[in-house]
């Protein structure tokens, strides 16, 4: 495996036409990813990123309308698998994950 590649674009890329269940948040962009790969990611994994422990999806420096905009086109993702680890107050994260 190449340096710099996760494992997932390993696996996609040594099958052509497989569709995977989910695309793992890592440090790459996750819409250029998306992009070298259209149609083949089922699902993702939405996690706030570069905001703290007690960000949720849209507080950080992810573009979630982009991600979200590639997906529902020619993504053709079914599932958004959403994340969220922590939190002092549960109900006031999914309340702001909502606003976003």
């Not at 996609?12 to 259209?38: F, S």
Request: proline letters at 6%; aromatic letters at 10%; hydrophobic letters at 35%.
């Amino acid at each position: 495996m190449a340096a710099g590649t996760s494992f997932w674009q390993y696996k996609i890329r040594r099958d052509h036409a497989a569709r995977y269940e989910q695309l793992p948040r890592g440090r790459a962009d996750p819409v250029a990813v998306l992009k070298k790969y259209p149609g083949r990611a089922r699902s993702i994994h939405i996690k706030s990123h570069g905001a703290g422990p007690e960000a949720v999806v849209g507080e950080g420096d992810i573009d979630w309308p982009a991600v979200f905009a590639f997906c529902e086109g020619k993504g053709r993702t079914e599932w958004y698998v959403v994340e969220h680890e922590t939190s002092k107050n549960p109900l006031d994260a999914v309340k702001r994950s909502m606003r976003r």
